[in-house]
């Protein structure tokens, strides 16, 4: 319907600004805190804002009964898209970087190229494992272990992740990959032996078992005095108040009349867990024999993702309050 299409383009056009105005601002900010850094460092700060993490909003218009609004449905299919250019930011980036390390020189072919490999692996692998995961669950399903549905898909999760790694990409995008294939259609059979019990339900022990320890990881990378020192902390709040303006501005990409442009701008501010992964990534990543993100860049970064994820459920509970109650 022209609704739809309307909710749909939105969507596109939302996710596109969301990740390029952030990854403008943040190159920004950090050419001007980090004036004596390499720009690839500058690079990769404006990475790290083009993520978005929308389970944080997604929990609160379920406790507000707002999932059914266009501005909601906006919200979650931006991020979805929103998710998968911001892993192409980061393969591409990540990849640049490694090729400087490697004293390859950064050319415009060079990050063509980069680019080209992700969104190749990700339709590739997309396309592929649609096709073949149906047989590779039916051939599977023959199996009479107990657990196989989960073992298989932490298989396919890992397997993807590792063929990312063999590209040249960053694991998460495998994972990520894996994640998009996985659809509950291609397990019935396997979900069926265990009272039709999903993905998400079965690796739930083992996600409340690994969640801590990343946070206790991402905290432990943190230098505590940094978050004392005032270029650091004036470095976070300025990476946080365009973190915050450039989602904003991506509620310019609404197509549909009547849609709060706010709202839809508000609710794709999180960063949350996606941000740490990102930043988790760059503090490992080597240039020059330093890290792109050192001790005090990742600081300024941990204090962004906290606010702009603190700051979220009131926003979006404040605005999403002065919506008209009989939206669809």
């Known amino acids: 319907s022209p609704d739809m299409l309307r909710v749909g383009g939105s969507a596109v056009f939302v996710a596109?600004?969301?990740?390029?105005?952030?990854?403008?601002?943040?190159?920004?900010?950090?050419?001007?805190?980090?004036?004596?850094?390499?720009?690839?460092?500058?690079?990769?700060?404006?990475?790290?804002?083009?993520?978005?993490?929308?389970?944080?909003?997604?929990?609160?218009?379920?406790?507000?009964?707002?999932?059914?609004?266009?501005e909601a449905k906006i919200v979650l299919g931006a991020a979805v898209i929103d998710d998968v250019l911001g892993l192409m930011v980061l393969a591409t980036v990540s990849g640049v970087i490694a090729a400087a390390e490697a004293g390859v020189a950064v050319e415009v072919g060079a990050i063509a190229r980069v680019l080209g490999l992700s969104m190749g692996f990700l339709l590739v692998s997309v396309t592929l494992g649609r096709m073949l995961v149906p047989y590779y669950f039916r051939l599977v399903s023959r199996l009479r272990s107990e657990g196989i549905l989960f073992a298989t898909s932490l298989v396919m999760c890992f397997g993807f992740a590792s063929l990312a790694g063999l590209a040249g990409l960053a694991p998460i995008v495998g994972a990520f990959t894996a994640g998009l294939i996985l659809e509950p259609v291609h397990y019935q059979e396997l979900s069926a032996r265990h009272e039709n019990v999903s993905i998400e339900e079965l690796?739930?022990?083992?996600?409340?078992?690994?969640?801590?320890?990343?946070?206790?990881?991402?905290?432990?990378?943190?230098?505590?005095?940094?978050?004392?020192?005032?270029?650091?902390?004036?470095?976070?709040?300025?990476?946080?108040?365009?973190?915050?303006?450039?989602?904003?501005?991506?509620?310019?990409?609404?197509?549909?009349?009547?849609?709060?442009r706010i709202a839809v701008g508000l609710g794709m501010i999180p960063r949350g867990e996606v941000g740490l992964i990102f930043a988790s990534i760059g503090a490992s990543l080597m240039l020059h024999g330093k890290p792109i993100i050192d001790s005090a860049t990742y600081g300024a970064v941990v204090i962004m993702v906290v606010l702009t994820t603190l700051v979220t459920p009131p926003l979006i509970k404040w605005r999403f309050s002065h919506l008209s109650p009989t939206q669809p």
Do not use: E
């Open 16 to 70: 596109v600004l969301g990740v390029v105005v952030p990854f403008f601002l943040g190159w920004g900010v950090g050419a001007y805190f980090l004036p004596h850094a390499d720009s690839l460092v500058h690079v990769y700060v404006g990475a790290t804002l083009t993520a978005t993490s929308v389970g944080i909003t997604a929990r609160v218009l379920i406790d507000l009964k707002r999932v059914a609004t266009d």
């Open 203 to 260: 690796i739930s022990p083992l996600v409340n078992f690994l969640v801590p320890i990343f946070f206790v990881t991402m905290g432990a990378r943190v230098n505590l005095p940094d978050f004392v020192r005032g270029d650091i902390l004036a470095f976070a709040l300025v990476l946080t108040l365009v973190a915050i303006i450039g989602k904003q501005v991506c509620g310019l990409g609404v197509l549909k009349p009547g849609v709060d």
